[in-house]
Structures are given as structure tokens and as C-alpha cells.
């Protein structure tokens, strides 16, 4: 398994292809580390979660296309929901991206070998109690501001054909979503078992578990479905809007604190064999 990745036919689904080959020697290079053929399992693990060049899969053109159409559309039809669907098709083209990088992760995982899960507290100290936290803050919080922009409805100054609680039910939905979503990245990131055969694997994996919430399932994403000012266009609801904005500031500021921590954290890789 410590081999140098050798770039063959893709059609062979065990061994990287050259685009993973080229996309880990990138990543690593970033780090400060220069080899021309990482090792099979970085190859697999780190390549196979890009999607730039000419590896771009044909979910990402179709999801691009239908977020572009649904906002043009929505907007000049002035039906509801043009915010709900555009997170709606984000949080699409996140799963679908994890779920094409979970297919190599479990090739990866064929060729080191099943290792033991993670003790949960162990897993979610790597995973980051900042973005534990500030995705719960996230959906909690979101919950109870839909549920207040629901009951404070009639103070609303409201301009549209259709009533406010469709609007305020699509936000819902969409953030139930993005929850669910958000549940199922974070879940395998806990639970997943150790895909390591060294210690410079092992730091890989540590860094992969820590780094994949963050860019599968950017929670943060979803508060804005939880704005009442969306709802009512840009109008100030008193007590209610303040509370979202201050809700809003919380999401953000500790999801990019959690993120700038794991970044500091992992920017340099420990000395040990990535390839040659």
C-alpha cells in the first residue's frame, strides 16, 4: 500500500486516475510537500475530493444550470421560494460531490483494511466543537426563528400574490434539508473508521475528519433560510429581525473561527513517506 500511486486506465475503479494522481500532488505541494507520485491511498483519498478541471462531474454542470434557470424563472414569474430552491440545489450538489468522494473513500478503505471507529469524543474533538456548536446553534436557532416569523406573520407588510406562510414554509422545509443533510456528512465523519497505513496517513485522515464538515456541509450556509427579512422584503420586523441578525452573526463568526482553528491546526504536514 506505501507504493507510489501508478495513474492508469480510470476505468480500472481501484487504482487512482491521473487526475487524482495530479490533484494530491497539488495539495500536498500547498503543504510543502513535493513528490511526483503520492501513494495510492493519498492519491485515492486526497484527489478524489476535487472537482476542478477537467474532472468536474456532470451533476456539477446540470446543478449550475437549474440554480441559474430556477432564479432567473422564479424571480420574473415572482413566484415563492427563489432563496429555499437555490439552498435546496446547494445543499444537492453538496451531497452528491460527498457522495462521489465517498466512492474512493471506500476504495481506500478495501486496500488499507478496515480500522476501528473512533471513540465519539475523540471524533468530535477532531471534528471541531466550533462547528459542533455552531451547527447546532444553526438548525436550533433556525427552528425557532421560522417558527416566530410564522406566528408574527400578520405584522408583516407583505406585497406578493401568494401569502406569507407558503414563503416561510419553503424556508422550512429547505432548512429541515440542509439539516438532514448536514446530519449525514457529519454522522460518517464521526463514525467512519481509521483509513490509515502510517502515521503520515493516519495525520491525513485526522485532517480529512476534520476538514470534511467544513466542506461538504458548511452549516453556516443554511441560517440565512431562518432571516425574516427574506420573507418580508427588506423590511425591519422589529424585535424578530434584530434577533436574526444577531443569530446570523453568532453562525457566521464561529463556523469561520472553528475553520481558521483547523486550517492552523493542519498546515503542516508531519515528516514522514507521502511518495517519491
Known sequence: MREPA?????????????LEVGRARVWLAKRGVMVWLPTRLLALRLGGRALGGQGIPAFAIVIAFAWWFSWSMLDTAELPGSIAVEVVLFTVFQVLHWRRAQRREQVAERLAGTGEPLPFRVAAKQVGWWYLGSTAITFLGGAVLCA??????????????YPPFVEIGLHTLALALGAGATALVLGRALRAPVIAEDETSRWVDELLRAGDPYRFAPSAVYAVLAMPVFVVDWATPGWLGWSALAYLVVVVVLQVTGWLITRHRYRRP???????
Not at 501508478?6 to 491521473?18: A, C, I, M, S
Not at 416566530?148 to 400574490?161: D, E, G, I, N, V
Open 6 to 18: 501508478l495513474p492508469v486506465d480510470p476505468r480500472l475503479p481501484d487504482e487512482p486516475t491521473v
Open 148 to 161: 416566530a416569523t410564522f406566528l408574527t406573520m400578520p405584522q408583516f407588510t407583505w406585497k406578493h400574490w
Open 270 to 276: 508531519p515528516p514522514g513517506y507521502y511518495g517519491r
